[in-house]
Nanobody
Framework: QVQFVESGGGLVQPGNSLRLSCAASGFTFSTYAMAWYRQAPGKERELVAR????????NYADSVKGRFTISRDNAKNTVYLQMNSLKPEDTAVYYC?????????WGQGTQVTVSS
């Protein structure tokens, strides 16, 4: 059974950092690209960052480029999102997922709130 367990969210002040983790299970993690998504209140879910199987290729939404870094550890079946210089507009529930439309598996997400 495919599972994603996100963690690391919290309440932080603008300009601070957080590191999110996502533990994956139920499939061969190292053979799939991974991605982080987020959904803010009243908005559609959006792709934040994507990473290839061997970490050789990463892509970011324009809104987070230069501030967020996605990485993965295939030995631990875990994908990370380092978020620096956080802004109030980064407030959302963050999810990890295999970035394929046929993969409709979602974890519970982790809440990130950026507020002074």
């Amino acid at each position: 059974q495919v599972q994603f367990v996100e963690s690391g969210g919290g309440l932080v002040q603008p300009g601070n950092s957080l590191r999110l983790s996502c533990a994956a299970s139920g499939f061969t993690f190292s053979t799939y690209a991974m991605a982080w998504y987020r959904q803010a209140p009243g908005k559609e879910r959006e792709l934040v960052a994507r990473i290839s199987t061997d970490s050789g290729v990463t892509n970011y939404a324009d809104s987070v480029k230069g501030r967020f870094t996605i990485s993965r550890d295939n030995a631990k079946n875990t994908v990370y999102l380092q978020m620096n210089s956080l802004k109030p507009e980064d407030t959302a529930v963050y999810y990890c997922k295999v970035p394929l439309r046929s993969w409709d598996y979602w974890g519970q997400g982790t809440q990130v709130t950026v507020s002074s």
